[in-house]
């Protein structure tokens, strides 16, 4: 058997995470009118719902009126003022997927209402987040005279001043933590004024919008102008809930699990086209598959482009409008997930290179040449994979850092950072996420104060390995549908109510198939030692370290019931593995013999050796290129590979028995002349090949990452200067429509940057690297 797929992006290093066994649960006979399946009680007990009243609140939550929130009632008499006088209403947002669901939330409402109402999300390249006077001075110009304002505006005083002064309300809806002070708003709905323990303290912006506009669709006062049902708008609470990684509890886990009901049903064409366009079944949606289809997607349009566009989708009925945005929004993605690749690659790399990092209390990482628009994205992954809060910072020409943090369960990460106040120059967030901003040569002394503070809220354990806890270890013959079907009472899953981690002792790796859209995720073929098999899907796992051949290892996953084209099956998840059982060392791969040239002036022809050559770039005529490779006993890597990634798939490929080490580097090049040189090469393609070419192609053609070659093209597409259709591995270019989103062409810039930057690094390590370690991996 040989595990293939086909290409590995990076290696990441090895994980150090400690399982831990489920303890021995007591279900109390109380449960017993519950009629639950026993892993259900347990896990209830475990997670401190141990009444039968507690469990009937967590399974079937009630929902709370919205007057239960301090200062929805005055919102509603303003707002209804404004409604009957025929006031403009501004509704401001926020660029991030919560910012527009809970923009659309408002905006829908109001239209149904008879309100006279316009909305702005700021720009993130030009504005980011908050009020900003500039922009609301033509918008007050023009005739508004109440502003309100959703995930947003709790410590907006300067702009709040200046629309009071020029006689206009402000109704503040916001989640994010308060000031020092609360603005003089005329009313102020946010959770942060509930006790912590209240079941709306964990609502998003989203979910205090809905609140809002579940108090107006029901207040007597008004008779809607058109029919519109609160519940019709949970799909969006949903999704901006599960978007922003909001605690499921309380109200928040109401909202969620009646929302995924109205979502997989939806009626708006903006999210059908979507589901269509990224081949997501609407059916068969969980929080976990909405958190990487709708969620990114609306995410990049905020984050590299102007996502007013995004309520325009959520609202439209018109399918042809949808279908642009849509497709708009899919273009935006595939941008941010390279560069989102090429930021993981890099932090990646940082850890390998320091693994001390990860024994800290807090990962913290930051590169000059990490695109600001994706490092929470980053961050966010590297939390899943260490288990470690995260904060990944790029740095500016003038030696500010600036970036994301994202958060473990338990741990406030914005009190955490507000602790270090006087070290920063501007901070904000909510629990589990936080942005700042810093001058880097108080990195080291901000480091070691967020060390301190994430201990004084988690204790001494926040610098022992992390844990994974296992609900159960299941044989592969017990998992079937019922059993699945049986935990979904428990849904739905994230933070405050993580999903169950099963285990299987002692299987082996059958099969490894690359799948998905975009080739990103793995499905691992898993086989336990009774010859039963089962496969677990991997999201996002290509290119990940799996289990040598011949191993036995142990194996985490999750469990979901889901629905495919009408038909219901169970998914398993991969979460972890743990090697049990080592490969003999007699059935080990052979090591290869490594011949080291590289210091030598030795040349092919003065070698005299017959053997496949391994070469790309200025020296392509040398050799083969590394998609030409195929297996030889003897191989001669010619032109310095370049990254270690590309250097594995060729051996993989190959499979030599001996390496001569050449490795010639190219001459380090610079991100104005190879965009130069992909600008030529694009040109080249459409005049004369009918803008057909792959990504490979363009590769070998210039010696570089294929992510380079794809960052280039992007940036080409930014700039107006090329049309691009993606195809897997492949594009077809055309000439551009030469209008520039100059912010996504600058962050694909610095990633492009990046990318030639680590190259170069990576030919000087290969040229001064010991040869045997650079070609025996293990």
Known sequence: MSLKWEKSTTVIITR??????????????????????????????RRGIDTPEAARAFLHPDSIPSAAFPGIEPAVERINEAIRKKEIICVWGDFDVDGQTSTTVLVQ??????????????????????????????????????????????????????ANSRGV?????????????????KAIVNPKLLSEDHLLANLAGVGVAYKLAE?????????????????????????????????????????????????????????????????????????ESVGFTFAPRLNALGRLGDANPAVDLLLSHDPVRARVIATQIEGLNAQRRLLTNQ???????????????????AIILFNENWPGGVVGIVANKLVERYRKPTILLNQSENGILRGSARSVEGLHITEAIAAQKDLLLGFGGHPMAAGLALEAWRLPEFRKGLGKAIEAQLGRVVRQEPTLQIDAWLKL?????????????????????????????????????TIGKNREHLRLTVEDEEQNIQSILWWGGAGSELPEEGSKFDIAYSMRATTFRGDKQVTLQFKEFHIVEEVPPELRKYKIEVVDYRQQAETLESLQIEMLVWAEGADKTKGKNRFELQPADELAIYTAPPSSADLRAALETVKP??????????????????????AGLAKYVINQKGGNVSVAELAVATGQREGAIRLGLEWLAAGGHISIQREDGAAQLGPGDHESNQYLQRELYTAVKGILEETAAYRLHFQRAEAESLINFE
Request: net charge negative; glycine share 6%.
């Open 477 to 513: 013959d017990e998992i079937d549908l019922p059993f699945a079907e049986s935990l979904e009472a428990l849904a739905p899953f994230g933070p405050g109510n993580p999903s169950l981690t099963f285990a299987t002792h002692r299987v082996s790796l059958r099969s490894v198939a």
């Open 657 to 678: 028995k001996k390496v001569y080490l050449i490795g010639i580097s190219p001459e380090p090049e610079k991100a104005d002349a190879f965009l130069a040189r992909m």
């Open 169 to 185: 309300d402000v109704v503040v809806t916001d989640h994010h933590d308060l000031g020092p002070t609360l603005p003089n708003a």
């Open 215 to 287: 108090g107006l669709l029901t207040n007597y006062q008004l008779s809607p102008t058109a029919s519109l049902s609160p519940n019709s708008l949970l799909d969006l609470v949903a999704l901006g809930l599960i978007a922003d990684v909001a605690l499921l509890k309380g109200e928040a886990r109401s909202l969620v699990q009646r929302g995924l009901q109205v979502l997989r049903n939806t009626g708006r064409t903006g999210l059908r086209t979507m589901a269509e366009l990224s081949g997501t079944s609407l059916e068969s949606l969980t929080e």
């Open 16 to 45: 150090m995470i400690r399982w831990i066994d489920p303890p021995p649960i007591e279900i109390p006979a109380s449960f017993a009118d519950l009629n639950l399946p026993p892993l259900v009680a347990q896990t209830l007990i």
């Open 109 to 162: 409402t109001l239209q149904a209402l008879g309100g006279n109402v316009v909305y702005y999300i700021p720009i993130r390249g030009k504005e980011s987040h908050g009020i900003h006077i500039e922009t609301l001075k033509p918008i007050l110009d023009n005739g508004a005279t109440l502003l309100l304002t959703c995930d947003t505006g709790i410590t907006a005083y300067e702009a709040i001043d200046y």
């Open 343 to 361: 930021v993981y690659e890099a932090a990646e790399t940082q850890l390998r290179e320091s693994p001390e990092l990860l024994s800290e209390p």
